[in-house]
């Protein structure tokens, strides 16, 4: 190394020794969090105010009148899409219901999922299984903080309710609700639940997709970042581009009709991946390809009757990031949305979504294509504030 | 762990290097560099449902607003025509005889520095990143990143002038990382 790049070492590492943050750096983060959301809901409110201005003036009709779906102004529901919301926050799990009602169900839990007429949460001390209202819990797993295959920090029901796979640190685990019984499956990406019994996982070179039996924790090959028809997909969306370098399961849509695999392919980048795009193969063998613009962070999510989100971003303006709605089969994304950075959720109808963006869940309805139905909403934006996470919208 | 005790982990954890870096990247600046960490800080707490499932991309994430934060601070104050009281301008104000030894001549001169060279040394030699990992921070090409490196060592060399150890080797100048 030459002379001046090892004194350049020794004068930077000298100059700031010494350096320590101050004691309330975290409190004065969150505080400027706390006012920059404050900023974005009183910019949206005044934006809307605008538009309402601008409406009664031109004398258009508002666009949800007419469509037969509630969102009258005396009465009005505070969300619209029915069902009812399920948050979480410092007090535990509450149900949010269009009325404006609000019914606190479980505290204590911060994540849970809903299944049929069961909603099984957990914190650090287990799994634990309960009526939609609260009543009825049961300890399914217990947790030893500490253990090996202690706390969960994120997990996902099967389809049939009866595992759970949650990741302890980085290694994923699988837990039988009936029996208590875990199996460890081992430092792989959970790209979603194929069965009861099989999970979809990204191997961590990112070159392949396996199959990974959670009763057993075998594991075996899916699907290659070789494969053809990935390829072909991908170098459609980016035409002139080398083969993808890496992927990672979207998981599957188990919905009849609309059974399909997701497929996030991109270039090889140091974080986030470049040049991403969404591969979705049908279950009759089509394969449609997305690749939203900008997309320098790429998430997939999927929603009822074969819809889905992908959440893109661009640098670090968060104006810039967008979110995408599709479903399966339709050749179009929608027009970019400008929420939803944080968590999404479709109401069980297909027809509404509602993004999550730090404190701010915003509401708006999935317009076509991706709504199929003939009961399609068309209303203006709700914004739902300081509700606490959004976890799911349940019928 | 959720979340938010992920990122209030991470705070706890990084927040001494962040703000380290964050203080070379403003030129020493020390009002500035606690206003950058706040703000890459709160971009990651926004996002910190996205961020905080992966260990790994956290780090990168906060780096990157931070580089290009400071490097955008630097272009507003040019712009508005204010000159910041950071290293550079303390230094001269002060006994230059007293204070005029190698670390203080490297200092000025690297505060001198267009922000975007200084980004790039201090990435380079100061956290170790690779060309490629700094022209990924950056958003720039690795030639860009090799000729701003480049450029920046021999203004950094003609203003701090010869090593007072006398080990000059100009030869390696531009040398390749990564």
């Not at chain 1, 409406?55 to 666009?63: F, K, R, S, T």
């Not at chain 1, 049939?160 to 039988?176: C, K």
């Not at chain 1, 661009?314 to 950075?341: E, K, R």
């Not at chain 2, 990651?44 to 931070?66: I, K, Q």
């Amino acid at each position: 190394m030459a002379d001046i790049e090892s004194r350049l070492q020794k004068v930077l590492d000298a100059s700031v020794a010494h350096v320590q943050p101050p004691t309330d750096l975290i409190q004065a983060v969150q505080r400027r969090h706390r006012l920059r959301l404050m900023r974005a809901a009183i910019a949206s409110a005044a934006a809307a105010a605008a538009i309402s201005i601008v409406v009664a003036l031109i004398g258009l009709p508002w666009p949800a009148v007419g469509r037969g779906n509630s969102d009258a102004t005396h009465g009005a529901p505070v969300f619209p899409g029915g069902g009812r919301l399920l948050f979480a926050d410092s007090g535990g799990l509450k149900w949010l219901y269009p009325d404006g009602k609000t019914v606190r169900i479980a505290s204590g839990f911060s994540q849970a999922q809903v299944h049929g007429a069961e909603l099984v949460a957990w914190n650090n001390t287990g799994v634990y299984t309960m009526t939609l209202d609260g009543a009825r819990l049961h300890l399914a797993v217990a947790f030893v903080p500490g253990s090996a295959s202690g706390v969960p920090q994120s997990g996902a029901l099967s389809p049939g309710g009866s595992r759970i796979a949650y990741y302890t640190r980085r290694t994923l685990w699988a837990a039988d609700l009936a029996t208590g019984r875990r199996v460890q499956l081992g430092r792989v990406t959970f790209d979603g639940w194929r069965s009861d019994t099989t999970i979809l996982a990204s191997a961590s070179d990112g070159g392949e997709l396996l199959l990974v039996n959670a009763a057993t924790a075998h594991r075996s090959a899916f699907l290659s970042i070789t494969d053809p028809a990935l390829v072909r997909a991908y170098q459609h969306a980016w035409p002139h581009s080398a083969p993808p370098a890496g992927l990672t399961g979207g998981g599957f849509s188990t919905v009849g009709p609309y059974a399909a695999l997701a497929i996030t392919l991109a270039a090889r980048g140091p974080f986030e991946g470049t040049r991403p795009a969404e591969v979705i193969m049908t279950g009759t063998g089509r394969v449609f390809t997305y690749a939203p613009p900008t997309p320098q962070q790429f998430e997939f999510s999927w929603g009822p009757h074969g819809l889905f989100r992908i959440e893109t971003g661009a640098g670090d303006n968060p104006g810039s990031w967008n979110a995408y709605i599709g479903a399966v089969g339709g050749n179009q994304l929608s027009a970019p949305i400008a929420f939803g950075a944080d968590g999404v959720a479709f109401n069980p109808a297909g027809t509404a979504v509602a993004l999550q963006d730090s404190n701010q869940v915003t509401i708006l309805p999935v317009s076509q294509p991706a709504c199929r139905t003939t009961a399609c909403l068309h209303f203006q934006l709700k914004y739902l504030v300081n509700k606490g996470t959004l976890i799911t919208w349940a019928p | 762990m959720d979340a938010r005790e992920a990122f209030e982990q991470f705070a706890r954890d990084r927040s001494a290097h962040l703000l380290r870096l964050a203080l070379m990247l403003s030129g020493w600046n020390e009002a500035a560099a606690q206003d950058l960490l706040q703000t890459a800080l709160e971009r990651a707490y926004g996002r910190r449902w996205l961020l905080f499932r992966d260990e790994a991309s956290a780090e990168p994430y906060v780096r990157r607003v931070l580089v290009n934060a400071a490097i955008d601070w630097r272009r507003a104050l040019r712009r508005r025509q204010e000159h910041p009281l950071d290293a550079a301008n303390r230094l001269s104000l002060q006994d230059a005889t007293a204070l005029v030894d190698d670390r203080d001549l490297l200092l000025r001169a690297l505060s001198a520095l267009p922000p975007r060279q200084r980004a790039v040394l201090v990435l380079r030699y100061w956290e170790g990143l690779s060309d490629a990992e700094i022209a990924a921070t950056m958003n720039c090409a690795v030639g860009t990143v090799r000729s701003q490196a480049s450029r920046a060592l021999v203004r950094l060399r003609q203003q701090a002038g010869p090593d007072p150890a006398g080990s000059v080797n100009h030869s390696q100048m531009g040398e390749q990382h990564g």
